[in-house]
């Protein structure tokens, strides 16, 4: 993973990672002290085992479907949605199709 610098240029999120068959790809974009912002593209089939962080995060679908597990209650997020992570709250990310999402870490 390489960090992208943000300069002030507009930017297709979706355009900056690409899908690879039967893998889960990403690429952070920014990593700094209060939190990072990472785009992930997931084949379908693909997903995120569930596990625990200490930070709120959340996810915005930027094109397809996620299935985000959330305390065990399961979501579909489409293109265009978004959905809360809480800290220490048990999540997982699975790929029912192709997608991408955005990944925003907010650390305290």
Avoid: C, W, Y
């Avoid at 785009?39 to 959340?58: C, I, R």
């Avoid at 489409?78 to 997608?99: C, K, M, Q, W, Y």
């Amino acid at each position: 993973m390489t960090a992208l610098p943000f300069d002030n240029v507009p930017r297709a999120l979706d355009a900056l990672i690409a899908h690879q068959e039967g893998a889960v790809v990403s690429r952070i974009l920014v990593k700094a002290a209060g939190g990072s912002l990472t785009v992930f593209a997931f084949d379908a089939g693909q997903s995120l085992s569930e596990h625990t962080v200490p930070n709120e995060a959340f996810v915005v679908v930027l094109d397809g479907t996620a299935g985000v597990t959330i305390a065990g209650e399961r979501h579909e997020v489409r293109a265009g949605e978004s959905i809360r992570l809480p800290a220490n709250v048990t999540h997982a990310v699975d790929a029912p199709e192709r997608f991408k999402m955005l990944l925003a870490i907010l650390k305290a």
